[in-house]
């Protein structure tokens, strides 16, 4: 592995970056908050995994749309975190006749672990927390 710049388009600004270990490998990972432009400001995330001092792998975050048990209520604003060896996205839960700038529902949390994929590292939906 070498100091190559890597360099990311990013869909929104990148508002923080963290390193942790989630996987506990001894390597620890970079991911990096993004938030998009407009009233929403939907996250997203750029995440980086060392393996083994060898390489480094883009980690993936399934879109909430693969998750249908959470994007109900959804419409951004979202946060991330590392907590306890977890990726946490939290984000305010909007009913049904709530304005984009006034939720109602509470907050939602979900909690990711990493995980090796087949061919890359994937943060696997772990829990859901509706507070």
């Not at 980086?48 to 749309?65: E, F, H, M, R």
């Amino acid at each position: 592995m070498d100091n190559s710049e890597i360099t990311t388009e990013l869909d929104g600004t990148a508002y923080l970056a963290e390193m942790a270990d989630l996987d506990d490998d001894g390597w620890p990972e970079i991911y990096v908050y993004v938030s998009s432009a407009g009233s929403g400001s939907y996250g997203s995330l750029a995440a980086y995994a060392v393996n083994k001092g060898k390489s480094i792998t883009p980690i993936y975050l399934p879109p909430l749309q693969h998750s249908p048990e959470v994007i109900e209520g959804y419409m951004g604003h979202d946060k991330f975190a590392v907590v306890d060896n977890r990726l946490i996205r939290s984000f305010p839960i909007y009913r049904k006749d709530d304005s984009n700038a006034a939720p109602g529902g509470g907050t939602r949390q979900l909690l990711y672990r990493l995980e090796r994929g087949e061919a890359s590292w994937v943060l696997q939906l772990d829990r859901v927390v509706d507070e």
